[in-house]
Every structure is written in C-alpha cells, then in structure tokens.
C-alpha cells in the first residue's frame, strides 16, 4: 500500500514511517523543510513537499495514495498561545484530505487524545474507545474523521495519551515537564498527585496506527494505551529522583504559574482502557511502560 503520512518527520511519524516500511508498505512523508525531506529519505521514504496550509497540494496527495495516516498538528502555534488558530488549520487539512478520499474505500487514520474524554467529563470510570465526546477543541476534528465512514472512506481515529515516551520524544509533554522541574529545581503535582495519566510508548503507538490502516473497521476510535493510568505523583517523584531535586504539591491556583500551558492538564484524572483496541487490532505493547522508561535515564540525559 502506497501511505501517504503527515507529520511524518515527528515523534510520532519517526516510529510510524519505518513501521509501515518494515510491513512492506510505500510511505510518502508530507515535510516542510530540507531537514524533514532529508530525514525521510534517509528513512527510504519518498517526499510530498507542502505543510498543512496548503490544501491542495494535500489533496492531490492524498488522490495519489493508498491510504492517509494523519499525524501533523501546529504544536508550536498551540504552545504560543494560538491554539485556536491550530485547531483550525487541523481541521481544514482534515475536511482536505476526506475530500479526496470520499467514495473511495480508502483508509484514513487521524489522531486525537484520550485528555479529551476527561475534558467531557468522564472521570469516574477509565473512558473507553466507544465514547463519544459530542464537540469541542480537536474534538470536532475526531468526529469528522469518523463521520466519513459515511462517505466511502474507511476511517478510523488513535487516541493518544498525554504521555507518548521513547527515545525520540523530544519535545512532547514529557521532557516538558523534565524541563519545568530542571528550572524550578522542584518536581511538582497538584494537589495530593493521585490523579492519573496514561502512557504509551511511541514504537508500541506506531502499531497501532498500522493496524489501523491495514484493517480497522470504518467509523472506529482506537485506543493507543500502555499504562492505563499512572498517578501523577509517581511521574513527579520518578523525574525528582533521577534530576536529583525534591518533588512537591503545587496548589491548584498556582498550577498555571508553575506548569506554564500545562497548567490546564496537570491536575486531571486520565484513566483510559485500551480493551477494545487489544480485541479489534490484536494489539498488545511490548516496550518498556513509562516508570521503566523514565528510569532509564535517556530523557535525563543533557
């Protein structure tokens, strides 16, 4: 299958890309620069030049291909403070590339995140891949995604963690939160730290993403979760041990000042399942879960 990728360059893309190549796929990386062009070839893929502003190049691209896996997001227009202006320009590639594809039967897997389901409200249970959020932030992107099963096109949507970790992460919430205990020498949680995040590791993610595009059913949400909640204080204290600075409470009105745009997540119990996904895909991780790979010492490394 010839697969276009956006993002294909990312944390997420740079696991992706050599996973669909291993399977035997064609992959054709969207990239915005030389340095993302040249990493892909080195990788032995092939290169659509344009970004995510450019709706017509994707369609053509999309046109061309076998099957789409979206990845890319203005990540540094959300951490500037635009993410509106990110939301946005996601799902107009979004409303792009189903364009091309409708009628077609074609798969297109999107991404979205499991926070969502909390921001919903879903806090008294882990939240599953059969809930639904009605709308909102990325969530309306999820749902178009998904509505296009009704237009010809085998789509399906992987969920993320907040804490996607392996080596290639750089600059994902992880290394931010090493970052803010590096420059406040303390490692923080809110509150009493007892709620929790879900973890996967990046290679294991890529697999589901391939998965999805070999075989999900149409209409399908997707779950990429290791670790399906591992409390927040236990994240704190395992970044404080290996930095070598205390770990500490941050009251709740303090946690925007302490946290920067990580304030508004910190604080929220994230339990999320991955049952269904495991049943459907017959996917099961098999990288090291995020205390593991925290201790390992490789995001520590300056």
């Keep these: 299958m ?16 050599p ?28 290169v659509h ?5 450019d709706l017509e190049g994707l369609k053509h691209a999309a046109t ?47 991404t979205s995140g499991t926070l969502m389901l909390t921001f919903a409200g879903i806090t008294d249970r882990a939240g599953t891949e059969l809930d639904v959020v009605e709308g909102g932030p990325r969530v309306d992107a999820e749902n178009a995604v998904v509505g296009l099963a009704e237009h010809g096109v085998r789509s399906s949507i992987v969920r993320l963690p907040p804490l996607v970790h392996s080596t290639l992460d750089h600059h994902g919430f992880g290394p931010t939160l090493i970052s803010i205990a590096r420059q406040k020498g303390v490692s923080g949680y809110v509150g009493e ?22 075989g999900a059913t149409p209409g399908t949400r997707l779950h990429a979760v290791a670790d399906e909640g591992v409390p927040f204080r236990q994240i704190a204290g395992t970044i ?20 920067s745009f990580l304030g508004a997540f910190v604080s929220l119990d994230n339990l999320a399942s991955s049952k269904l996904t495991r049943e459907w895909l017959g996917w099961e991780p098999t990288h090291p879960g995020l205390i593991a790979d925290l201790d390992d010492g490789h995001y520590f490394e300056q």
């Design 2 to 17: 010839r697969v276009l990728v956006t993002g294909a360059s990312g944390h997420i893309g740079s696991a992706v890309v």
């Design 64 to 110: 061309a291909a076998d099957g789409v896996i979206h990845l890319a997001f203005k990540h540094e227009a959300m951490r500037s403070g635009d993410f509106l202006g990110a939301i946005a320009a996601d799902m107009s590639a979004i409303e792009a590339i189903g364009a091309a594809l409708e009628g077609s039967g074609k798969p297109f897997v999107s």
């Design 240 to 259: 404080a041990n290996k930095l070598g600075v205390p770990s500490a409470s941050v009251a709740p009105d303090d946690a925007t000042e302490h946290f």
């Design 193 to 214: 730290g007892a709620n929790r995040w879900p973890a996967v590791h990046t290679v294991d993610a890529a697999r589901v993403y391939r998965l999805a595009l070999e």
């Design 49 to 53: 030049r344009g970004d995510l502003d």
């Design 19 to 46: 996973e669909l190549l291993a399977a035997g796929h064609e992959v054709t990386g969207l990239a915005r620069s030389e340095d993302s062009a040249a990493a892909l070839t080195a990788a032995g893929a092939e």
